[in-house]
């Protein structure tokens, strides 16, 4: 009885499709813009569709512009820790923008849609029919002016418009509204948006998230300013959980020259959580100024900065507040050499204890000049730092050097692309002044050696562009008491590829490895630690890779589609409203699409993973496209 109702359904709608959808000649399946004012000029006499008010002015019903889609797809999908799901879904959407009375007064859009749909769940093929409607609207007031004004609203539901099935459906809500002004004649703009979305169903319960902002900004002589605030909170209503982050940031700029400018930033931010399992409430207030000075026709240049903050913990404990300034200058003495030098003071105020801090360092690099021989280039340059560091772990002074090389040489290859290498090694040597020194061991004497090596290609002409580079690199402490280390690789592709008249490669690809073990090593002059938990080992990968295919089998408008696309799990923003689409990690989609006129079918064949969990399925879609215009004047 369901097949035949969904039947019954499918014949309803391709009956309407057929009344309908069939398109007047010169219209196509797009909205067209409102450029135009289409009373400009017009008679004030009564006619067809207009009537004559007691002015003499003649109200007419503007232009509708009208598109949509009828369209029905067929979904399967089967994986890991879930069962196989089957959805068969029909649906017609209409969409339609004109404006009200003017088109600079008032321009309105809007949409409605309506779902039929067949969804299954498990090998005992248990299922329902479901019928829903989404739909959304636009309005937006004098659009064209210094205040704009636009509201909009949108219903949404997980089974449609996704390419992912979701685990458990879902309806989504959105409202909001924005507001622009800037006066006729001012230095200053004011900016303000509200928006709230709800997600709610049968399993995820009822969800909501309100988000405001509000922007000043203002530019006045040699000065500018910008004042933002905003307003993050996430509930659940079934948990009772909640998220809340506030943050208010204000950015001043003071440049009076082009060799002297100061940026100054201002925050103040709370961060709240109320789980199940605990809760947190932390706000914090920090205030950072970077000068920077440069006078002219001199090689100087001198920075400065000063930071002070302050930390409030859960529940009103852990109070903690500090301060840090610094000021450095470097000194072009010619082309080869530079000097520098560098302080720093602060102070940290924490657990009823205060800690202060200080440090100073002089040092300079000599740079040889470029030696060329033989296609080769050979670069080389020495360093030298002598530092002092107070803090609450003792007073240490540190003396380093260091020695480097790059040797490296451009190919130019017949396709027109280029090839080009570099190796290089470094040797650097400290000594601390105690014994538990900066460098971890008893002697304060370290030696370390550095090495690494990068291949790049490139190509900017021809049958595309292309770019790749891998990089090398290897640091490790070769003599003292400890053995700290780090290595680092990379892999870097992108471009575009036209391998022929029908068919081009698009994408980029990016793997990173890294592996450290701890200690101290040198850099720039001052010891670095490396973090002293074992021996650490990690990977990220990324990658968005789409090879497109013309007159697949000589087809005319036949075209494949392949899409490889690789998001690291660390970096997947965790949304409290995030769909399926949001959270995954790992996407392979294949699929054919064939065009004839207003109809587009596609069949496709995509494997996936979302927050671990692998998936496959096979997705048919057939879509006919409507459009066209309502002259009503």
């Not at 709230?196 to 006045?220: C, I, K, M, T």
């Not at 050499?337 to 560098?342: A, V």
């Not at 090694?425 to 690494?452: C, E, I, M, P, T």
């Not at 064939?594 to 995509?606: F, K």
Request: net charge neutral.
């Amino acid at each position: 009885m369901a097949d035949r109702s969904l039947g019954l359904r499918s014949c309803i709608l391709l009956a309407v499709w057929l009344a309908v959808a069939v398109p007047r000649a010169g219209h196509g399946a797009t909205a067209p813009a409102h450029d135009e004012d289409p009373d400009a000029g017009a008679a004030t006499q009564q006619g067809p569709g207009g009537a004559e008010d007691e002015g003499g002015a003649r109200w007419r019903v503007p232009p509708i512009n009208y598109w949509g889609t009828l369209s029905y797809e067929n979904r399967f999908d089967t994986g890991d820790q879930q069962p196989r799901t089957m959805q068969q879904l029909i649906t017609a959407k209409i969409n339609g923008s004109s404006y009200f009375w003017k088109p600079w007064f008032a321009e309105v859009n809007g949409g409605l849609g309506i779902s039929f749909g067949r969804f299954d769940t498990g090998d005992a093929g248990t299922g329902s029919n479901n019928a829903f409607l989404t739909g959304s609207g636009q309005a937006q007031f004098f659009p064209r002016s210094r205040f704009p004004f636009e509201a909009h609203i949108e219903v949404g539901d997980s089974r449609v418009g996704g390419d992912v099935i979701a685990a458990n459906d879902y309806r989504t809500l959105r409202v909001g509204f924005s507001q622009s002004y800037r006066p006729e004649s001012g230095p200053y703009a004011l900016f303000g948006s509200y928006d709230h979305w709800s997600q709610f169903g049968p399993v995820f319960g009822n969800n909501s998230q309100d988000l405001a902002s509000a922007e000043y900004r203002s530019n006045w002589n040699d000065q500018s300013l910008q004042v933002t605030a905003n307003l993050n909170l996430a509930r659940s209503a079934t948990t009772g959980q909640e998220t809340e982050f506030d943050a208010l940031v204000a950015r001043h700029n003071y440049g009076p020259s082009p060799g002297f400018s100061v940026d100054t930033t201002a925050s103040l931010v709370r961060y709240r959580y109320d789980l199940l399992v605990d809760g947190s409430d932390i706000a914090g207030a920090q205030v950072n100024s970077i000068g920077v000075w440069r006078p002219e026709n001199q090689p100087l240049t001198v920075t400065a900065s000063a930071r002070i903050g302050a930390l409030r913990g859960s529940g009103g404990a852990g109070y903690s507040q500090g301060a840090t300034a610094t000021l450095g200058a470097t000194y072009q003495y010619n082309r080869n050499l530079q000097l520098s030098l560098y302080g720093n003071a602060g102070f940290f105020d924490g657990a009823g204890t205060r800690n202060t801090s200080h440090g100073e360092n002089v040092g300079g690099i000599y740079s040889g000049d470029t030696v060329s021989f033989a296609g080769y280039s050979y670069d080389w340059s020495v360093s030298a730092n002598a530092g002092y560091q107070g803090d609450p772990t003792g007073n240490a002074s540190l003396l380093s050097s260091q020695l480097n090389q790059t040797l490296g040489r451009v190919l130019a290859l017949p396709d027109g692309s280029t090839l080009s290498g570099n190796v290089g090694a470094n040797l650097g040597a400290g000594k601390g002044s105690v014994a538990s020194d900066r460098f971890g061991n008893n002697s304060g004497n370290v030696v370390q050696l550095g090495s690494n090596a990068s291949l790049t290609w490139n190509k900017s002409a021809g049958g595309g562009s292309g770019y790749a580079r891998v990089t090398v690199s290897d640091t490790r402490q070769i003599y003292g008491e400890q053995r700290p280390s780090f290595q680092f690789a990379n892999l870097q592709i992108s471009g575009t590829w036209n391998f022929s008249r029908y068919d081009s490669l698009v994408g980029d690809l990016t793997y990173q490895y890294t592996r450290q073990d701890p200690g101290f090593l040198i850099a720039s002059g001052a010891a670095v630690p490396v973090p002293s938990v074992g021996q650490q080992a990690s990977t990220a990968t990324s990658a968005n890779i789409t090879y497109t295919r013309d007159r697949v089998f000589g087809v005319p408008r036949l075209r494949f589609v392949s899409q490889l696309q690789i998001t690291d799990a660390s970096i997947i923003q965790q949304n409290v409203l995030g769909s399926p689409q949001d959270q995954l990690s790992r996407w392979w989609d294949n699929r054919l699409q064939y065009l004839i006129g207003r109809l587009t079918a596609t069949l496709a064949v995509r494997a996936y993973e979302v927050q671990g969990i692998r998936r496959e399925g096979i997705y048919f879609r057939i879509e006919r496209a409507i459009g066209g215009s309502v002259a009503t004047y």
